[in-house]
């Protein structure tokens, strides 16, 4: 058992290109921490120089109380499960999971208790003596959990695991990942561009970008107070409307300080459909562009006047002008159809113009 | 359209066999002429039908050799080609994984210039740098024995480059894992690539067997003894005879001998061929 400290972590590739721009995380004994963000931020990289795949160029690594940039992998006490799950093709299950042990010296009897009582909480018992190729995609994922538990590490380093599963198989694997991680109370890192899977797993949710950390906490504060746009609209599904406070519309409701802001989210869900202006809040008008039903909600993407002050949009942002509007059940307006919607003074959230800094109004 | 099918399918058919006929009919006159007497054959009278003496024929190659002056077992001579053939099989699998291993795995300073020097040795054969080889061989006293045999033929840069290009396609992760799972560069290379690569070692052998079984020109030249001959060697000297009758059905038995082992090899090899191909997953 054992926490995990990045102190300034710094990965600079030999041709002078800065993967890891110093990143600071403390992640306690047994939680369960998410690193999220778009492809290329740099979260494989990090999570592999936590596995000592990659080097460290700045800065410290702790685990357990020690630092470990030196150390080989093997000796880091850390397993790890990978994307493609890099099971040794020519081995049984048995022996994948057995190999790691038997290179430690292991007792072959000690081995036996300890694949087998993995295998047990895998359900894999029946499959023990079957090669990986044998196995359908989620068994060969538990194969590569099971390397990961007999070896019982001080920590569990998981690369993107379900991202080869479909989406069905992936709920499940997510929520067997956490009971387990519950179970056995192993400090983990666990790296996702799923931000679903990043909100239902995390006890400490780490969002990156362009290889720097945009903000660490637990996932529901960083949903409710995002501290950049970055993260807001990265965050939720589907993301928050951005737009510009410099327009009138929105200016003029705004009034008194908030209008300094120079960006205003709200979240799809925040919105109401309604004729009246919540006091302190804001309504916008909008004309009704498409209707996306599925089931339980219904979400309806709907344009403003152009927004000419918000060009810089954040990956993952809606166009400019456009607003997504999150209602329940499968009621909506028509197609074309104009409406008002309006969302609280509460639900309102207010960054500076350059959406690195949130402003509380 | 049926019948024009029809038509076409028997064309096929009958190139095909023809094709078969071209190859087949010398072996075919090889196993007749094996069994057949000397003087029949010599006096151009040889029957098409297999003759009578098959069993001292065959009893005289093996393990008496031809009448001549330099007689010598073709059974012994099988056994020198077999020796040399399977160190190179062996020794150029060997060599060439390991260097492969090496040139993918290993970061070292001018890996990519040794990768290009092994690469352009494709360009030359023993046939071209045959000279200074014999005199390396010679001054090492490696005339007439097995090592002088195989050793100047092991290095290979096509195996290297074959395992090079197979060692690409396995998923880094799999070093990875392995580093995680506490296992060196060596352990790596003999638990997980070494098994990974069988049938390509499987399909690379029976290449290599069949080359080293058919060299002629570096036997030739290294190996002065009788007892040293190869089969290769042994049927061309068995031909020219000087002042006697070349004995044609020796000759022939000892090409139908010297077409077995190969023939053992791609038979036998063949199922885990079909195997690799069908396995392919890493």
Known sequence: ?361 | MVEDEGIRRYVAHIILWIGIAIVAFPVYIAIVASTQDNALIANGQMSLLPGGHFFEVYYQTIFVGTSGSTREPVANMMLNSLVMALLIAVGKIAISIISAYAIVYFRFPFRMTIFWIIFITLMLPVEVRIYPTYKIVSDLHMLDSYAGLALPLIASATATLLFRQFFMTVPDELLEASRIDGAGPLRFFWDTLLPLSRTNMAALFVILFILGWNQYLWPLLITTRDDMQTIQVGIRKMITTTDALTEWPIVMATAVLAMLPPVFVVVAMQKLFVRGLVETEK
């Open chain 1, 1 to 361: 058992m054992a926490n995990v400290t990045l102190r300034n972590v710094r990965k600079t590739y030999t041709g002078g290109f800065e993967a890891i721009k110093g990143v600071n995380v403390d992640v306690g004994d047994g939680q369960f921490c998410v690193l999220v963000g778009p492809s290329g931020c740099g979260k494989s990289t990090l999570l592999r120089m936590v596995a000592g795949l990659e080097t460290v160029t700045g800065g410290e690594i702790d685990i357990g109380g020690k630092v470990v940039n030196q150390i080989e992998p093997a000796d880091r006490d850390i397993a790890m499960v990978f994307q493609n799950y890099a099971l040794y093709p020519h081995m049984s299950v048995f022996n994948n999971m057995a190999y790691g042990l038997r290179n430690r010296g292991m007792k072959e009897a000690e081995i036996k208790t300890r694949v087998e009582e993995a295998a047990r909480v895998l359900e894999l018992t029946a499959m023990l003596e079957r090669k990986p190729r044998q196995l359908s995609g989620g068994q060969r994922q538990r194969v590569a959990m099971g390397r990961a538990i007999v070896r019982q590490p001080k920590v569990f380093l998981f690369d993107e695991p379900l991202s080869n599963l479909d989406a069905k198989l992936r709920i499940s694997m997510r929520v067997e990942i956490r009971k387990l991680q519950r179970r056995l109370n192993v400090t983990s890192i666990y790296v996702t561009h799923d931000q679903l899977e990043a909100m239902t797993l995390a006890d400490i949710l780490v969002v990156m970008n362009g290889g720097q950390v945009e903000q660490v906490g637990n996932p529901l504060a960083i949903y409710e107070k995002p501290a950049t746009t970055f993260v807001a609209s990265f965050i939720g599904a589907p993301p928050m409307n951005l737009m510009s406070t410099r327009q009138d519309e929105i200016k003029s409701q705004l009034g008194g300080s908030a209008s300094e802001a120079g960006i205003l989210g709200i979240r799809p869900e925040d919105f109401v459909i309604t004729d009246q202006t919540p006091s302190g809040g804001v309504a916008l008008s909008l004309t009704v562009e498409a209707i996306e039903r599925v089931g339980a909600e219904t979400f309806v993407y709907g344009s403003r006047a152009p927004d000419e002050q918000r060009i810089a949009a954040t990956p993952g942002e809606l166009p400019p002008g456009e607003v997504i509007v999150r209602i329940p059940g499968t009621e909506a307006p028509a197609i074309g159809a104009k409406i008002r919607v309006a969302a609280v003074r509460a639900k309102l959230h207010l960054f500076s113009e350059d959406g690195r800094k949130r402003i509380e109004a």
